[in-house]
């Protein structure tokens, strides 16, 4: 069953037809992106962070973030994706056990340390990246996150060249977060040879020019989550204030 949804989520991945996934953060909103039609459900370790009291950049003991990614998996019956940081510190091997026994089927691994920022050594983390792929074998889609547009001297050059190791170590797709221009997308969609996501945030080409631009994969972060405290405030104002908020 995990190996069908795996390989049902690696052919959602088509340049030009991308699989959009609005990043869900808890059981409730993960069955809302399935309600409305979305054949994958992702979640953002952000959003699962604020969700349950701490905050980004593996804050969250692992334990606690697994099994909020279990929560999801068990409310959905769509493939599952989680963003899953660098691994909070679990050997590839284990990583990749526990993802699989929280019935995840696809993961974010990115390549900048969580307490620093500063990128690893694209080397190391080709190796990492090959041994969580032979330890789950093809029971985990493995999104590959290149930070190069997070530090201060971003590198298309930089971008295409940790990508091409991350593929060729078994990622299936590539995500260069925070590649925001479309010649810059197309210039990645072209080199890479490989699947690409992109993060959909505000100064990003929408849905429909990212298809275009031979995207394909679109995320959406923590933005929901983010909209949805937002509109939660707005609703609590309203309350304080003595007003119905429905």
């Given at each position: 069953m ?13 340049p030009?037809?991308?699989l ?13 992106v ?9 979640t ?14 593996e ?16 409310a ?36 900048s ?25 093809p ?25 091409r ?14 590649a ?16 690409v996501?992109v ?9 429909a ?19 949805a ?13 003595g007003?119905?908020?429905?």
């Amino acid at each position: 069953m995990t190996t069908d949804k795996a390989s049902e989520l690696r052919a959602l991945h088509v340049p030009g037809r991308p699989l959009l996934l609005p990043n869900a953060w808890d059981a409730a909103s993960a069955r809302a992106v399935r309600e409305a039609g979305f054949p994958a459900v992702a979640t953002s370790s952000a959003a699962v962070a604020r969700t349950l009291g701490y905050e980004d950049g593996e804050r969250t003991p692992v334990a606690e973030m697994l099994a909020a990614i279990a929560r999801v998996a068990a409310a959905v019956d769509v493939p599952v994706t989680a963003d899953v940081e660098r691994g909070y510190g679990l050997k590839p091997a284990e990583l990749a056990e526990r993802l699989l026994a929280a019935g995840a089927v696809g993961c974010n691994l990115e390549d900048s340390r969580p307490d620093t920022g500063e990128p690893v050594d694209p080397g190391e983390q080709a190796e990492f990246l090959a041994e969580v792929r032979a330890a789950a074998g093809p029971g985990l889609v493995i999104n590959a996150r290149v930070d190069v547009y997070l530090s201060e001297r971003p590198s298309l050059e930089e971008a295409v060249r940790r990508g091409r190791r991350y593929l060729e170590a078994g990622a299936d797709c590539v995500y260069p977060i925070g590649a925001a221009g479309e010649d810059e997308i197309r210039a990645l969609v072209s080199e890479l040879g490989g699947p690409v996501n992109v993060l959909c945030e505000p100064g990003t080409p929408p849905p429909a020019r990212l298809a275009e631009l031979g995207v394909a994969r679109v995320s959406f972060g923590s933005g929901l989550h983010r909209a949805a405290q937002a509109y939660t405030k707005g609703l609590l104002a309203a309350v304080a204030e003595g007003r119905s908020p429905l």
